[in-house]
């Protein structure tokens, strides 16, 4: 019982700091200390035998696993976000979508293209910089209150792109390690899916939009809003190239190479960048220097909370949590949501939630048969679910620092958008495949 208190106060401990804005290398090895201390766990690797459990060993364990898998494509995904952003490559792609959707359909607008730099292979963080601007106009233009600008960028970004089939998110790609899978498992269910996510959260979105102007609300414009700097673009077809040549270099070598084609695939994207709109560049030193340090942090932070996880599944409590969700009756795909999904809402992150579920529940779940491709998949995309909840970094970057809301305002659509819809999804996913659809 002390196990299971531990666990879930170390769980709860970590949400809470973390939404008090504590740094996650900070936040993760404390709460993983409560968790260790309530389980009676030794805390130092020199009090135990060869290969026992331990804080610090366990901690250090999971952090370095992390890094050591996937260091280069976090970096090499990070410096084409940054390249494609410092050349203005990101920004011409997203203004060409705009301009000829136009302001009758700004939401719908900026969801596209959003959804096209993501689809590419550009960070989640660089669209939402990258797009927020042009929102901004396209909103004020059409007088839509801005507390939805948020929703808009995240429901592009997070939600039909990041885990669908052929997506170079890091989302699409960890269960590979896991599942012996391509990154375009279970595409036939991965585009119905999609498909249902793209339409009825538009329409959630657009419902929400149109209701809040029924009561009255309006763009309200602010000091230190952005404007647009006049800096020269480059053709949106020489955008474009980069993000073609990551989808196809990553779909020719994902048999050869698995996981590895994705570090192909950004570093082809990276030089075509280069090569395509070198004269654009504002300071390329500049925007390489920050796409590693912006890598640092993001693979950081994951691995601080993978660290954390690498404690949690090492007590008791833990292992009679995974029991009792890998024994839940009917078909074994919503063990495997109900697994990814909570740890992932637990932790705030989708990449952690896989990292720290899957090497538990694959093959078990490999052992009793059922298919890897919809394995893959259902995790995939159920991991994106409870992963925004209010503390999820995105989500707190997104709302408060990039569009200067608050979560009292702007966090209802988000979450919305970005929590239900992704698990009406998952529901969807696993109905599909229990169907036989894509097995």
Same mark, same amino acid.
């Given at each position: 019982m002390w196990s299971m208190i531990g666990l879930i106060g170390g769980l709860a401990l970590l949400i809470y700091l973390t939404m008090r804005g504590m740094n996650?290398?900070?936040?993760?090895? *404390?709460?993983?200390?409560?968790?260790?201390?309530? /389980?009676g766990l030794p805390l130092f690797p020199q009090l135990v035998g060869g290969g026992e459990a331990n804080l610090v060993g366990n901690y250090m364990t999971g952090f370095s696993s992390f890094i050591q898998s996937w260091y280069l494509m976090f970096l090499l995904g990070a410096i084409f976000? %940054?390249?494609?952003? @410092?050349?203005?490559?990101? $920004?011409?792609? /997203?203004?060409?979508?705009? @301009? %000829?959707?136009?302001?009758? $359909?700004?939401? *719908?607008?900026?969801?596209i293209a959003c959804a096209v730099l993501t689809y590419g292979g550009v960070s989640l963080f660089v669209v939402a910089f990258s797009v927020y601007p042009m929102a901004v106009s396209l909103f004020k233009q059409a007088n839509l209150p801005r507390r939805f600008i948020p929703a808009a960028l995240a429901f592009g970004s997070v939600t039909f792109t990041m885990t669908s089939a052929g997506s170079p998110e890091i989302q699409n790609w960890i269960p590979i390690e896991y599942l012996k899978t391509s990154p375009y498992a279970g595409w036939e269910v991965s585009l119905i899916v999609a498909i249902f996510m793209a339409l009825f959260g538009y329409w959630w979105l657009k419902k929400m939009i149109d209701k809040a102007v029924a009561r009255g609300e309006r763009f309200v414009s602010r000091l230190g809003d952005p404007v647009e700097e006049g800096q020269e673009l480059p053709h949106p077809v020489l955008g474009l190239i980069p993000l073609l040549v990551v989808l196809v270099i990553s779909f020719v070598f994902h048999d050869s190479l698995k996981q590895s084609a994705l570090i192909v695939a950004l570093l082809g994207g990276v030089i075509a960048t280069y090569v395509c709109n070198y004269k654009y560049f504002k300071n390329f030193e500049n925007a390489v220097s920050e796409g590693t340090i912006g890598a640092l942090i993001a693979l950081g932070n994951t691995a601080a909370v993978v660290g954390f996880g690498g404690v949690a599944k090492a007590v008791p409590a833990f292992h009679t949590a995974v029991e009792t969700i890998t024994s839940i009756p009917g078909s074994p795909l919503i063990g495997g949501a109900i697994a990814v999904s909570v740890i992932a809402g637990m932790t705030? /992150?989708?990449?952690?939630?896989?990292?720290i579920a899957l090497p538990l529940i694959a093959p078990h779940?490999? @052992?009793m048969g059922v298919n890897p491709e919809a394995l893959h998949r259902v995790v995939a995309i159920s991991s994106g679910a409870l992963d925004s909840l209010p503390h999820n970094g995105y989500v707190v970057t997104t709302i408060r620092a990039i569009c200067g809301e608050t979560h009292q305002d702007a966090y209802n659509a988000v979450g919305a958008l970005t929590v239900i819809v992704p698990a *009406?999804?998952?529901?969807?996913?696993?109905i599909l495949f229990s169907l036989g659809l894509g097995i």
């Open positions: 996650l290398f900070i936040a993760a090895p *404390l709460c993983a200390f409560v968790v260790a201390v309530f /389980s976000g %940054k390249l494609m952003e @410092d050349s203005g490559a990101a $920004h011409s792609v /997203s203004k060409w979508i705009v @301009d %000829k959707l136009g302001m009758k $359909h700004a939401a *719908l607008a900026i969801v705030g /992150s989708a990449s952690g939630g896989q990292a779940y490999l @052992d *009406l999804g998952t529901v969807l996913a696993i």
